[in-house]
């Protein structure tokens, strides 16, 4: 009488098992989640073309007489700008990566803005060239027509963040390492 229910249970149990599902452990928590503040999880931040550069190197603009930048100021070209960092590595230690803004930022022409945006080439399309980061804004001249001001500000919290790997992210793309080679010779 007992043994018909016996037998079906151990066969639902087996094949429970068998799947991978064991009904007698609950899914650990991972205490770190996914992806987490880079402020929080990372440290020497830098904003560049080809190799680290010291925040805010290159921003600095002729001014006239009177102060006020000259019409047409003179800006260095566009070029690709990535963030590098060194962010806090799941299991222990860290790494250091870069990740293109490009990926991460969209330009709105009407606005003249930098805007969070997947692959959308803010950078090049808003003609933005030394970006510096200042907590949590990433500031960049751009080549604006109707504002007077070209440095453009963008907050990049909750846009670019470390992965649990220390790597950096955003939406769906993330960084590539960098070896501490590259990171020194660069």
Sequence with gaps: MYRTPIIFITLYLSALVAAGKDPSKKPIEDPKPERGNINAKCHGIYINGEKPSIAGEGVQRPVNANGQPPPMAIRPPSTP????????HRIQGSRTSKLDLNLCLGWNPTTEE?????RGNGITKGDCSSCFYAKPNLHCVCGVKKKEDDRIPVSLDKVVEATHDGFLACFEHTGTQVSLDQWATS
């Design 81 to 88: 700008q990535s963030i590098w960092a060194t962010c806090d």
């Design 114 to 118: 930098l805007i969070p945006q997947s």
